[in-house]
């Protein structure tokens, strides 16, 4: 089956750094994202790339301090966290797309991964 592993979240202080990786079985895609969720709040998007060419997106709040890369031949995407603050604390969840590339929206990934915790403390 189609299947998206994360792995690399944790506990990290403030203005630390984490690398969160996905690994991609079953099928290629068009596309990678990461989006995340805190306790009360809905899902966000963090960053997204396509896996032809190199164009990638960015929210907001992390750009200059969070980068989205991925290694073709593995099929793993990665999601590279510097300055992490704790407003940063929130479930970090892999997503991929059959169709779609550089999208911002959920409705546009068609797997999900089950999700890492990160946690950056004060």
């Known amino acids: 089956q189609v299947q998206l592993v994360e792995s690399g979240g944790g506990l990290v202080e403030a203005g630390g750094s984490l690398r969160l990786s996905c690994a991609a079985s079953?099928?290629?895609?068009?596309?990678m994202g990461w989006f995340r969720q805190a306790p009360g709040k809905e899902r966000e998007f963090v960053a997204t790339?396509?896996?032809?060419?190199?164009?990638?997106n960015y929210a907001d709040s992390v750009k200059g301090r969070f980068t989205i890369s991925r290694d073709n031949v593995k099929n793993t995407g990665y999601l590279q966290m510097s300055s992490l603050q704790p407003e940063d604390t929130a479930v970090y969840y892999c997503?991929?797309?059959?169709?779609?590339?550089?999208?911002?929206?959920?409705?546009?990934?068609?797997?999900w991964g089950r999700g890492t915790q990160v946690t950056v403390s004060s």
């Open positions: 997503a991929a797309s059959t169709y779609y590339s550089g999208g911002r929206v959920t409705r546009l990934y068609d797997y």
């Open positions: 790339i396509r896996w032809s060419g190199v164009s990638t």
């Open positions: 079953g099928r290629t895609f068009s596309s």
